[in-house]
T-cell receptor, first 113, second 114 residues
Framework: AQSVTQLDSHVSVSEGTPVLLRCNYS??????LFWYVQHPNKGLQLLLK??????LVKGINGFEAEFKKSETSFHLTKPSAHMSDAAEYFC???????????FGTGTRLKVLA | EAQVTQNPRYLITVTGKKLTVTCSQN?????MSWYRQDPGLGLRQIYY???????DKGDVPEGYKVSRKEKRNFPLILESPSPNQTSLYFC?????????????FGDGTRLSIL
């Protein structure tokens, strides 16, 4: 069985400071992991994906995530927040050979001027 | 432009009146899926389709139907909508392959059932 837990429902940072959005997963198999971003009244846009290649994954807009198997974590980071990063972020897990994607409950990022 | 198109984007209707939300993709993707998004619950999978005429239930299929007669289209049907189906709905598609393929999402359909 698979599951994903986003540890913070809301995160607030000041513009120009680092962003950390936390995600822990559970999977019986080596999973595929994704981060998506959702801006208001928009669909979900893929930020980055992990598919068992490099453990440090770089995505769009300066985001990156590190897969840590020992900690079953896939935290999303960005060195310097921008106002346009304010959105909701979803961590997603999928087991290989399946058609199921399990979404976390989301983290709403607020960026303060 | 590669895209997943949902219609309508917004709909207010009444209990029991059948409705269909259409979803179309232009990427020749085999896999398509429907999700509902509710506050504090993230996205939950309703139904998915691995190819034409092949569909299966997701985690919350009750009260919904789907069909996949053509590769590009995957409509979501609510035969007798009820207020607990008021939600934001997303259609998604992806190419053939294992679960490591990312999905492409439509812009969503906001349904209100009175």
């Amino acid at each position: 069985a698979q599951s994903v837990t986003q540890l913070d429902s809301h995160v607030s940072v000041s513009e120009g400071t680092p962003v950390l959005l936390r995600c822990n997963y559970s999977s019986s198999y080596s999973p595929s992991l994704f981060w998506y971003v959702q801006h208001p009244n928009k669909g979900l846009q893929l930020l980055l994906k992990y598919t068992s290649a490099a453990t440090l994954v770089k995505g769009i807009n300066g985001f990156e995530a590190e897969f840590k198997k020992s900690e079953t974590s896939f935290h999303l980071t960005k060195p310097s927040a921008h106002m346009s990063d304010a959105a909701e972020y979803f961590c997603v897990v999928s087991a290989p050979g399946t058609y199921k994607y399990i979404f976390g409950t989301g983290t709403r990022l607020k960026v303060l001027a | 432009e590669a895209q997943v198109t949902q219609n309508p984007r917004y709909l207010i209707t009444v209990t029991g009146k059948k409705l269909t939300v259409t979803c179309s993709q232009n990427m020749n993707h085999e896999y398509m899926s429907w999700y509902r998004q509710d506050p504090g619950l993230g996205l939950r999978q309703i139904y998915y389709s691995m190819n034409v005429e092949v569909t299966d239930k997701g985690d919350v299929p009750e009260g919904y139907k789907v069909s996949r007669k053509e590769k590009r289209n995957f409509p979501l049907i609510l035969e007798s909508p009820s207020p607990n189906q008021t939600s934001l709905y997303f259609c998604a598609s992806r190419a053939r392959g294992a679960g490591n393929q990312p999905q492409h999402f439509g812009d969503g359909t906001r349904l209100s059932i009175l």
